[in-house]
Structure formats: structure tokens, C-alpha cells
């Protein structure tokens, strides 16, 4: 047997937050895709985010939007600009903007200009039928031809496109990721399986993810598996990262904490633990990928 990984860790998807700046998280009481959330309804800081991530070895970061209000695009990424600058952290940036919008362009170019940490974007393009899980206002808004567009031309800028999709949606994306080859497409939170007990919706996912795995601009988050049962469960992770690797390989899969979303029900150590048992039977140059070295690659940090 290889062993547990105990190298060092980059994060690929976190959040740091003031509820000042996001409407969604200071109103409360609305259903959220992660279920109630009055304890993360307050400041998360980087300090904090810091002490959490040095439990486990994490040395470098990538923050991803928030959902700041579409008005303030700019403003989200300027903020992180001056966390950097005071604490070193978080390493790369992953912004949004309103990708509906013929000008989506000149925010992104807007955000290029204030920060060189932005090496991406997300719009929440997920649709389902139960409504506290829903964030895109139709299942097929990802193939509207103006999103079509400004997603293709991420690539002038070198920057790649976060998708979070559930498994219904993963034809439509694969027409999407085919429709922009030189933009590097992020899976996000391994896409979505709400159910694992689900046989027919494991089916679906594993078609989906199939679909996607075949676009070779396509890489996955080992993310957010305790965002429906609330929880670290070992056996989903290990289901998940079975399944994963088995379609899209070791090169092509990074680990991510989301917190402090997942710091709903657990400590990063536990949730962190859970990632490295379901990998120990990897090798260790694998194990390195999927920690470190991918992250590294895909979002452009350092050796």
C-alpha cells in the first residue's frame, strides 16, 4: 500500500467573506444549495481561513467568487487584491461577472487591470428542479449565445471558467466546452451528485461526467461532497474520487476544501483526512497531482 499523502497542500477552492458585501449571506433564512447556514452568516477572514488551512499543510490558495452583487464585480476582486497584499494569501483568484451581458468583457478586462492574482471566472450556471438548489434561471442557460461568446474569449485573457453544473446539465456543458477549445474548463465540486444512493441519478452523473471527461479542456474539483448530506462521509468521497479518476485520470483532478461552507459540519483536519484516505492507494507522484502539483498547473502558482 502507498500511504497517506503528507506532502504539502494547495487549496483550489475556497471562500473568504464579509456578510456586508453579500446580500445573500446577511439576509439569512433563504434555502441555500448547502442547507441552513446561520453560523457561516459572518465575517470569514483570511487570518481565519490561515489558521484553518496550516492544520493541514495547505501552502497555497485559490479564492473563488462569493456572489457579490453583479454591480460590484470589480470591487470583489479589488478586496482580495489588498488581503494579498496583507497576508500573502490567497495565491490566485477566481472572479465572476455577468457573462449574459454583451460587455462582460470590459469588467473582466476591468478586474485583469486591478489584479494580476484573477486567473478565471464563475457564473453559477446550475439548475434544478428543487428550488433551494437552484442558481441559473433555466437548465439551458449555458448555451446562450452571448455566454457562449465571452466564455470563448476567456482565453484572450489566459483565464478559465469554473463550471458547476448538476448531472442533467452535463450534455448541454459538453456542447459548451466544445464550443470554446481554447478555454480551460473547471469542474466544479466533482459535478454536484446530489445522491449517491441514487442509482438513476449515478447513471446520469457518470454519463455526464463521461460526456465532459471526453473534452480534454476539462479538469474536476475534488470539492464540496458534504454539500448535500452535511457531513465528511468517507464513502462518498471515496465513491466520488473512484469514479472521478477513473474518467479523467490522476492529471486532471485537484483537491479543495470550500471553505467555510464545509466548515458547517466539520474542522478542515477531519474533512482533509477524508480526502488523503480515499487516495492513499495512489501513488505517491498521483497523490502530489491531485494535493499540489495540478492545482499548481491549472491556475498558474508557483513550482
Known amino acids: 500500500m502507498t500511504g497517506r499523502y503528507a506532502g504539502p497542500v494547495v487549496d483550489c477552492h475556497h471562500h473568504v467573506w464579509r456578510p456586508r458585501d453579500l446580500p445573500w449571506l446577511a439576509e439569512g433564512n433563504v434555502p441555500r444549495i448547502f442547507g441552513p447556514h446561520e453560523p457561516i452568516r459572518r465575517d470569514y477572514l483570511i487570518d481565519e481561513y490561515v489558521q484553518d488551512a496550516k492544520s493541514v499543510g495547505i501552502v497555497e490558495s485559490v479564492y473563488v467568487q462569493t456572489n457579490w452583487p453583479m454591480d460590484r464585480a470589480v470591487d470583489e476582486v479589488r478586496w482580495l487584491a489588498e488581503v494579498h497584499r496583507e497576508s500573502g494569501w490567497p495565491s490566485a483568484v477566481v472572479g465572476s461577472a455577468d457573462l449574459f451581458s454583451p460587455d462582460a468583457m470590459s469588467v473582466l478586462r476591468a478586474q485583469a487591470a486591478v489584479s494580476p492574482l484573477v486567473r478565471g471566472t464563475r457564473l453559477q450556471l446550475h439548475w434544478h428542479p428543487r428550488e433551494e438548489f437552484r442558481f441559473a434561471a433555466a437548465p439551458d442557460a449555458l448555451l446562450d449565445p452571448v455566454l457562449v461568446r465571452n466564455v470563448g474569449r476567456l482565453a484572450e485573457l489566459g483565464w478559465l471558467f ?142
Not at 214 to 227: C, E, M, S
Not at 236 to 263: D, Q, T, Y
Not at 275 to 290: G, K, M, T, V
Open 162 to 303: 469554473e463550471l458547476q453544473v448538476f448531472a442533467d446539465q452535463m450534455p448541454a456543458a459538453a456542447e459548451l466546452v466544445a464550443a470554446c477549445p481554447d478555454t480551460t474548463f473547471v469542474l466544479v465540486h466533482a459535478g454536484m451528485l446530489v445522491d449517491a444512493g441514487d442509482e438513476d441519478e449515478v447513471a446520469r452523473w457518470t454519463r455526464g461526467m463521461r460526456a465532459l471527461a471526453a473534452q480534454p479542456n476539462v479538469v474536476v474539483k475534488l470539492t464540496g461532497q458534504g454539500t448535500f448530506v452535511h457531513r465528511v462521509d468517507p464513502g462518498l468521497i471515496g465513491f466520488v474520487a473512484e469514479h472521478v479518476l477513473a474518467l479523467f485520470g490522476p492529471r486532471r483532478a485537484m483537491f479543495g476544501s470550500n471553505f467555510p461552507v464545509e466548515k458547517l459540519w466539520t474542522a478542515m483536519p477531519p474533512l482533509v483526512d477524508a480526502w488523503r484516505d480515499a487516495l492513499s492507494s495512489r501513488s505517491a507522484e498521483e497523490q502530489q497531482w491531485i494535493f499540489a502539483d495540478n492545482a499548481r498547473r491549472v491556475y498558474g502558482l508557483s513550482a
